[in-house]
């Protein structure tokens, strides 16, 4: 196989990369992954990192595990492909009956597509149609600051990241936006101006509110901004209050990220809409899938030539591949009791992240569950320069030592799988606390 020096030529010739400045790119050596196993990458030339960015949060139960490959296997000698259109397959069949299973109480019908930025799309498409076939014109989606729901126009309205959203407002139907609930400083004020404003924007706009859309518990892209106990709870009461629904995104908090299978089930919280992805299959084939509760999906029940139907689909929609692997990921959920351990992990996850609390260009240190981040400044209450670009100097030094970490701006985010055992989950802090002192010297 070829070594990464020609592997990265021919890379960087051909294949542009998501979220990346090119001409910076060409200078950076890069890792060109080859394989994985657990939670562990090798690159072409044979080096090992520990993914600590669980392949862009997605990755479960560890690469190459066993009981997914070989449900992948089997459903290979079976079909890779065939369509939700028209037709549909076992594999989808059970995965819809267990995810309802599991899934806060009420939402039963299950949607299927390909990406997370697709299941949140749905989600709005769904809650707009939905009132449209109730005789309710309600076209307004209320937000919360700081939000990231992906990158497709729909989901982009509905987030909230200036620097990745700005340019298309264009081309964005608009929102209503709050506050975002976290602020280092006074994140229990931040919560409760966020929900003042909430109660606010739903009272003026009382019976024109198609959906709240949330990303419960903890804001990822935003940051690792984490929301406190009850804040989802108080959000569900405003919109029963309003009459209006619920939108939960737990595209990246969903199958234990927080600590529960569903980030809703800290608070005890059902949405009306429920998005999931990436850890659907433990992050090996894409797949997501949008939730809904039978009052939604009884809004487009209607006699055929009424056109009431959900007119949206995706080719490899529910694809029987991306199904096996979600339903042997569910099964090691069961069998190796993924969820009963993950208190002592995030115990020490937890210790680990404090130890960075108070020491010299830490500004904020935040986490829930298994999604941490380490926010770095100049000084007190002064970031570093945009264009020292230190957070993504930081996961250089890491990388160097062999870690792969992703940063979010200045703050570095530590997303290990769930299946990440304690010694490697220390390895990845020992190689932080060394890197980030090395990056600011840099
Ligand atoms: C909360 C949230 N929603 C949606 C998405 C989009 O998912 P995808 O990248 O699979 O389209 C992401 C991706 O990071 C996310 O974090």
């Known amino acids: ?6 592997l990265r030529r021919r890379a960087i010739a051909r294949v542009w990369q998501p979220f990346t400045q090119m001409q910076d790119w060409e200078t950076e050596e890069f890792p060109v992954v080859v394989s994985a196993r657990g939670t562990t990458l090798t690159d072409a030339d044979g080096r090992r990192y520990i993914d ?7 990755n479960v139960h560890g690469h190459r595990h066993p009981a997914i490959a070989g449900a992948l296997k089997r459903q290979l000698g079976r079909a890779a492909h065939t369509t939700l259109l028209g037709l549909c397959h076992p594999g989808a ?13 009420g939402l039963n019908h299950v949607f299927f597509s390909d990406s997370g930025s697709e299941a949140l799309e749905v989600a709005l498409k769904m809650a707009f149609q939905h009132w449209r076939q109730r005789g309710e014109e309600r076209d307004t989606f209320v937000t919360f600051g700081g939000a990231y729901h992906g990158d497709t126009l729909g989901a982009v309205s509905a987030g909230a990241i200036s620097l990745f959203h700005g340019l298309f407002r264009p081309l964005l139907f608009p929102t209503v936006q709050v506050p975002c609930p976290y602020s280092p ?3 229990g004020g931040a919560a409760r101006r966020s929900l003042a404003s909430l109660e606010k924007a739903l009272r003026t706009r009382r019976g024109r509110v198609a959906a709240v859309v949330i990303e419960p518990v903890v804001q990822g892209a935003a940051g ?24 939960a995104d737990e595209v990246a908090v969903g ?19 429920l998005a999931l992805g990436k850890g659907i299959t433990s992050g090996y084939l894409p797949l997501s899938a949008t939730l809904a509760t039978d009052r939604i999906y009884e809004a487009f029940l209607a006699p055929w030539h009424r056109m009431r139907q959900f007119f949206h689909g ?18 090691v959920f069961r069998r190796e009791r993924t969820l009963d351990r993950l ?3 995030i115990a020490r996850f937890e210790d680990r992240l404090a130890r960075f609390r108070g020491r010299p260009h830490v500004a904020d240190v935040r986490s829930r569950g298994l999604m941490g981040a380490v926010e770095v400044e100049a000084r007190p209450g002064r970031p570093f320069p945009a264009a020292r670009r230190m957070g993504h100097r930081i996961i250089l030094e890491c990388r160097r030592r062999g870690v792969v970490l992703r940063p979010l701006g200045d703050a570095v985010v530590l997303m290990p799988a769930l299946s990440m055992d304690l010694r490697t989950m220390d390895r990845m802090f020992d190689v932080l606390e060394e890197s980030l002192p090395a990056a600011v010297r840099s």
């Open 343 to 345: 208190p002592a992990k």
């Open 93 to 105: 069949i059970e995965l819809a009956e267990r995810l309802v299973e599991i899934a806060p109480p």
């Open 314 to 331: 995706h080719t490899f929609a529910g694809n029987p591949l991306a199904c096996a692997a979600a339903l042997a990921s569910l099964d």
């Open 52 to 58: 600590g960015n669980a392949s862009l949060w997605c």
């Open 1 to 6: 196989m070829a070594r990464s020096p020609a």
């Open 224 to 247: 690792i901004l984490p929301q406190p106990p009850g804040f989802v709870a108080a959000v569900r009461e405003l919109c029963n209050g309003a009459g209006t629904l619920l939108i």
């Open 255 to 273: 199958f234990g990220r927080t600590g529960r299978m569903f980030a809703c089930e800290h608070d005890g919280v059902a949405p009306d809409l």
């Open 185 to 187: 400083r006074d994140p």
